[in-house]
Nanobody, 118 residues
Framework: QVQLVESGGGLVQPGGSLRLSCAVS????????WGWYRQAPGNQRELVAR???????NYADSVKGRFTISRDNGKNTVYLQMNSLKPEDTAVYYC????????????WGQGTQVTVSS
């Protein structure tokens, strides 16, 4: 099994920026797809952005043009650069990794709180 550890959340004013990181550790071959999800109170968890092993990315319409997902395969880490943050971006953000091992599986991070407020 692996462990995903997220960091970079916090409190930011509207219009500000944050960069989330998620690193995976443990025994595995590689990470196929990475994803960032978020869940606001009372809402279902939703996909924010996803990046494939080849580096192709897709985004939720609500964050297009403001958020950028990237990955560093050498560090087994995924990033989410969030710019022009809005109060409606407030949520717990979770990373998700499709782990390639002797048996492939999906693993989740513990979540990091992002609060956008003045």
């Amino acid at each position: 099994q692996v462990q995903l550890v997220e960091s970079g959340g916090g409190l930011v004013q509207p219009g500000g920026s944050l960069r989330l990181s998620c690193a995976v550790s443990g025994s595995f071959f590689s990470v196929d797809n990475w994803g960032w999800y978020r869940q606001a109170p009372g809402n279902q968890r939703e996909l924010v952005a996803r990046i494939t092993s080849g580096g192709s990315a897709n985004y939720a319409d609500s964050v297009k043009g403001r958020f950028t997902i990237s990955r560093d395969n050498g560090k087994n880490t995924v990033y989410l650069q969030m710019n022009s943050l809005k109060p409606e971006d407030t949520a717990v953000y979770y990373c998700n990794a499709h782990i390639l091992a002797f048996t492939d599986y999906v693993s989740w991070g513990q979540g990091t709180q992002v609060t956008v407020s003045s």
